[in-house]
């Protein structure tokens, strides 16, 4: 079935794909305001595509939702009282609508994955004004095996634009430029080995000391026999207040298989470029970091990484267009992913995304080559 073309107003699912039995259903060119899911994915629901279609929640008049926390660094009180209004409506959602946690049945999102089967993809959608853009929830009988969300513009989320959980295995996230996010894309649950995501080619910006660009939360406690596979290559992060923060960051060995290679971190001289870093990661290596560093570094901050204390790429007062600046020492500086290679001391294979990406004998960090 193709639905196609329809404005589909203050549903509380505007699209409801449910069971194993609903598949290769495609979801195009619709505009969703208002409404609590506008696409709602749910148990066993497999090979769906939605794609090209706006959603947004409509009616909070001049205030909208978008990322709030920071909003303390603001002069202005005008603005800080906007900020007090998205997040209200977060605070709304987890304790009013929803049942405390940050991820509900009753949370409002655009589109919603929620124990679905595998092959749904998620692409070139607008995706604004809400609590969350995309909600990505699995068990260990539903896993969202080769899910994709690509392609798509997400911003002014309360919550997270992209949120990630358990039993998700080669699930990719690439070519998506979320900003004006809480968080632009988190990821829950690190205590699960049945995982493996890529995130990669992403561009993320928040303004200037504001909110999260990414953010990583697990409950503490619990030590995996194999922990979850996480790689976050090639991506930039412009502007927020933590370039990347970390919940409950004991030593347990829950990111021993977490990657962070190629990637552009441009934070405020004044923003924390890694908050609460944890015990134990992969690596963190390759990278352009600039940002108010954690005193001692980690272990597992690499050598490779350039850039340095209190640097930025480009003052994130504005989204910036993510284009290397002329003669940045982000250029030609990677690590070549798309070929077997070494990281960490281990030796792995040649990641997603990048055949034919790199055009030098070094690629640049970052989202965005420095092509002709």
Not at 21 to 43: A, C, F, T, W
Not at 228 to 251: H, I, K, R, S
Not at 301 to 327: K, Q, R, S, Y
Request: proline content about 6%; charged content about 20%; overall charge negative.
């Amino acid at each position: 079935m193709t639905v196609r073309n329809f404005t589909i107003r203050a549903a509380r699912y505007a699209v409801y794909i449910l069971g194993s039995g609903s598949r290769h259903n495609v979801i195009e060119g619709n505009v969703m305001p208002s409404g609590q899911k506008r696409v709602y994915l749910r148990d066993g629901a497999a090979l769906n595509e939605v794609r090209g279609n706006e959603m947004f929640m409509d009616g909070l008049g001049e205030f909208k939702p978008g990322g709030w926390n920071g909003a303390r660094n603001l002069p202005d009180p005008a603005e800080q009282y906007a900020h007090g209004v998205k997040e209200h409506i977060y605070w709304v959602y987890k304790h009013e609508v929803g049942n405390g946690s940050t991820y509900s049945l009753d949370d409002d999102s655009g589109v919603g994955l929620w124990y679905a089967g595998g092959g749904n993809a998620v692409h070139h959608n607008h995706i604004h004004d809400t609590l969350g853009a995309v909600d990505l929830i699995a068990d260990d009988t539903r896993s969202l095996e080769g899910a994709r969300i690509y392609a798509n513009e997400l911003h002014g989320t309360s919550s997270v634009g992209i949120g990630l959980g358990r039993y998700q295995v080669d699930v990719e996230v690439f070519e998506n430029l979320v900003y004006d996010a809480n968080a632009c894309f988190r990821v829950q649950d690190m205590d699960d080995g049945n995982r493996r995501i890529y995130v990669y080619r992403n561009r993320f910006y928040n303004p200037h000391r504001e909110s999260d660009n990414n953010y990583y939360h697990w409950e503490p406690g619990t030590i995996p026999d194999s922990p979850a596979e996480l790689w976050v290559y090639q991506n930039t992060f412009v502007g927020a207040l933590w370039g990347m923060e970390f919940a409950y960051p004991e030593d347990d060995g829950l990111m021993a298989s977490t990657w962070f290679v190629n990637n552009v971190y441009s934070t405020s001289p004044t923003s924390t470029l890694i908050a609460n870093p944890p015990g134990t990661l992969g690596a963190f290596d390759y990278n352009w970091a600039g940002g108010v560093y954690p005193d001692p570094l980690p272990s597992w901050f690499g050598a490779h990484n350039v850039g340095g204390p209190g640097l930025e790429l480009w003052a994130d007062e504005t989204i910036p267009d993510f284009v290397l600046p002329p003669g940045s020492d982000a250029q030609d500086h990677g690590l070549d992913l798309s070929a077997p290679f070494e990281l960490g001391g281990l030796s792995h294979p040649a990641l997603p995304g990048l055949e034919g990406y790199y055009c030098d004998a070094a690629p640049d960090i970052g989202a965005v080559q420095d092509c002709p």
